[in-house]
């Protein structure tokens, strides 16, 4: 079955330091894998997803997500953190039927200015 | 405009009743799922409908019945609320393709008291 696990539960940066929230997955087949932001009583948003082609994604609001697949991760990054970034990320993975998104359990980021 | 409305935002109510929560898409999608966000802030799917067809029926206690009367609209009706059910309940469309993202709507919290 199609999973993905987020290993950190909370990440702390400064502002203006460098950010990486941390995905790896488990599917069978071609995985297409999706980064997700729910700010504070708000419904998800979408950021960027890998279905093919080149390993950088590049999303919304300046993130962008390394998809590498030898270590079946799919990490989300950004050069430069602003505390507005301050939010809960998601990772997803398309299941096998592609009928759902399957969620990680999400990483809080917290943004110190 | 926006993509996906749930009405009502806030709902609370007592154990025993009944209520529905309304889920329409403006954005011409064949595809529409309820998803459940427990006080952890997991998410997980519950159901899926693809051209007003049920796709996935996920371990849901058979009080939550969805209903598709036209793809633009995905209702989840739920009888004889218990305690366990409070959580934020997230409708969501996409494209039918593996390929595509999902847009979410703000989300609906329920409180069973």
């Known amino acids: 079955a199609q999973s993905v696990a987020q290993p950190e539960d909370q990440v702390n940066v400064a502002e203006g330091n460098p950010l990486t929230v941390k995905c790896t997955y488990s599917?069978?087949?071609?995985?297409?894998l999706f980064w997700y932001v729910q700010y504070p009583n708000r419904g998800l948003q979408f950021l960027l997803k890998y279905i093919t082609g080149d390993n950088l994604v590049k999303g919304s609001y300046g993130f962008e997500a390394e998809f590498n697949k030898s270590q079946t991760s799919f990490h989300l990054k950004k050069p430069s953190a602003l505390v507005s970034d301050s939010a809960l990320y998601f990772c997803a993975v398309r299941d096998q039927a592609g009928t759902a998104l399957i969620f990680g359990k999400g990483t809080t980021l917290s943004v110190s200015s | 405009d926006t993509a996906v409305s749930q009405t009502p935002k806030y709902l609370v109510t007592q154990m025993g009743n009944d209520k529905s929560i309304k889920c329409e898409q403006n954005l011409g999608h064949d595809t529409m799922y309820w998803y459940k966000q427990d006080s952890k802030k997991f998410l997980k799917i519950m159901f899926s409908?693809?051209?007003?067809?049920?796709?996935i029926n996920e371990t849901v206690p058979n009080r939550f019945s969805p209903k598709s009367p036209d793809k633009a609209h995905l209702n989840l009706h739920i009888n004889s609320l218990e305690l366990g059910d409070s959580a934020v309940y997230f409708c969501?469309?996409?494209?039918?393709?593996?390929?595509?993202?999902?847009?979410f709507g703000q989300g609906t919290r329920l409180t069973v008291v």
């Open positions: 969501a469309s996409s494209q039918a393709q593996k390929s595509t993202e999902a847009f």
């Open positions: 409908y693809n051209n007003k067809e049920l796709i």
């Open positions: 599917v069978s087949g071609n995985p297409y």
